[in-house]
């Protein structure tokens, strides 16, 4: 049987039971609720389906380690390492070894130790760049450019994905160098 058969027979002994009208009616209040429905998805959905019992899994008798991610765009802000001098170390190597990426991140913490140590802004969990960039801008004015940059820099490879090369990490020595200069002439709260 062809389709435009089965139409025919299905429309007439549709047409034979139910009046021409009605069926539009029904036809276009159908249409009216899909519509709804579809447009409305989400909401009438349940928030939290209901919870089933996950089965047991059996461990293995070694538990398999998890090598760390490298290279997380979800990254907020690096916190500062123990100090500049083994990071700066550390960037010099992973630039060395070509990761740029990771070199200028360990660039910018080398700047955020500076920071904090100097006392110029305190770095806490969960602040972006641009709050550390606001706030040691607001306590030491002159410091605002070569931090502005890099984190520019910084934002450009780690949020924006964006592929790291040597030029960025060059940049980035090169602030940080500004950075530790005009930091070097800023006197702390103990030499006050």
């Known amino acids: 049987m062809t389709f435009s058969r089965w139409w025919t027979e299905t429309t007439a002994a549709l047409g034979d039971h139910l009046p021409l009208p009605l069926a539009a ?3 276009a209040l159908t249409t009216v609720l899909t519509a709804t429905a579809w447009y409305t998805f989400p909401a009438w959905l349940p928030r939290r389906l209901p919870r089933l019992p996950r089965p047991r899994r059996r461990r293995s008798a070694r538990p398999h380690q998890r090598e760390p991610e490298t290279g997380s765009p979800v990254t ?12 700066v170390v550390t960037a010099d190597r992973l630039a060395a070894e070509g990761r740029y990426g990771e ?16 006392q110029v802004a305190r770095v806490r969990p969960g602040m972006t760049v641009t709050e550390v960039v606001t706030e040691a801008t607001a306590n030491h004015p002159p410091a605002g ?6 984190a520019a820099i910084f934002s450009e ?16 020595r090169g602030h940080a160098g500004q950075l530790d200069d005009l930091l070097a002439t800023r006197p702390t709260d103990d030499d006050r």
Do not use: F, K, N, S
């Open 25 to 27: 009616l029904l036809l």
């Open 76 to 87: 907020v802000i690096p916190q500062p390492a123990a100090g500049p001098v083994g990071t």
């Open 157 to 172: 490879l780690w949020y924006a994905q964006r592929p790291a090369t040597a030029d960025h990490d060059h940049r980035m």
């Open 103 to 118: 070199a200028v991140r360990e660039r910018l913490r080398a700047m955020l130790h500076q920071l904090t140590e100097r």
């Open 145 to 150: 450019p070569p931090l502005t940059a890099a």
